[in-house]
């Protein structure tokens, strides 16, 4: 849900990156930091375990600019990937304007996409959303690897719908800004149709 | 589709802002400040000016959201307020009219005791003015008169155009 504030002319808006775990969710997040000018973003936060797995979230403030004399802000969040982690990402996906799904594209890895992408459609329907129907973009990441399965097959499996796809390789930064500007695009043009 | 999202207005943030000087000031505290439960932060009053207001706003959510799932667990709809002791600073959190989320930072010039009372009073003002918000909100989605509905697909590619 978009926040706007006529006062300081400003709009809010909050993307969450899905997927299952070390798919490369907080990784693409790090990439945008890294990339990003000083004066756009504000202070990555990273809930996360001693060894670095998410624990509850990463989020990330970005400036884009400005629209129409109102400055857009997207802020970053990320889920704990791991299965057992449940609870959690469904409280992430409170008041989302739009999803990044983050498919492994390692062979082995195909079940773990299908049941979090599954996981992402319940948790999304719990707070009344549909995957359908709110802006939704797909990216392939660890193109780069021996092991990544065909891209037609994950098209198949991962995306049926036919949403925005993109390849991605997030560490080194290969589709990380691609997919983040397909997705605020549709949040965009999902406020334009004032929701 | 869950409900419109939040709108701010220029009449209602003054309101706001007044009441949440008016509590930095009745509370003795350092900060008060005002986040939807989505973590976006609404208004901050106070010695803001080290803060970094964005992150603790999101990072204040995430932690009502926890404490809310943790209630849920229990059979509880809600924890209405949560406080946090510092060695140095203490946080009250408090949710007003089951929306947006109170936030006072305040040290040992003041107390717990007085930052609750002053808290409960200021709540109840704050609640009313949500409720004409979204009342209002409502009103101007049906009417159609978002400001984003003349933007164009230019508007949109030009953010990205660097």
Known sequence: MSFINYTS???NCKIVYYGPGLCGKTTNLQYIYDKTNPTAKGKMISLATETERTLFFDFLPLSLGEIRGFKTRFHLYTVPGQVFYD??????????????????????????????????????????????NIPYVVQ?????????????ELKKLLNPTNVPEFEACAVTGEGVFDTLKAVAKLVLQELRKGR | MPGPGMVMYEEEFHQITQILEKLVKDANSKVVFLVDKNGQLIAAEGATENLDTTSLASLTAGNIAATGGLAKLLGEKEFSILFHEGERD???????????ILVVIFDNRSSLGLVRLRVKKSSEEL????????????????????????????????????
């Open chain 2, 127 to 162: 609640g009313r003015i949500f409720d004409n918000l979204m009342k209002k909100a409502e009103a101007e989605a049906t009417g159609g008169s978002s400001p984003f509905a003349e933007i164009t697909d230019d508007d949109i590619d030009n953010l990205f155009s660097e």
């Open chain 2, 90 to 100: 203490n946080l009250h959190i408090s949710i007003v009219g089951m929306r947006v």
């Open chain 1, 87 to 132: 609870a959690s990402r469904k409280l992430i996906l409170k008041g989302v304007d739009g999803v990044v799904f983050v498919a492994d594209s390692q062979l082995e890895r195909m079940e773990a996409n299908i049941e979090s992408l599954e996981n992402l459609r319940i948790n999304l329907a719990e707070h009344g959303y549909d995957l359908d």
């Open chain 1, 9 to 11: 002319r400003e709009i």
């Open chain 1, 140 to 152: 392939y990441n660890k193109r780069d690897l021996p092991n990544a399965a065909p891209l037609d």
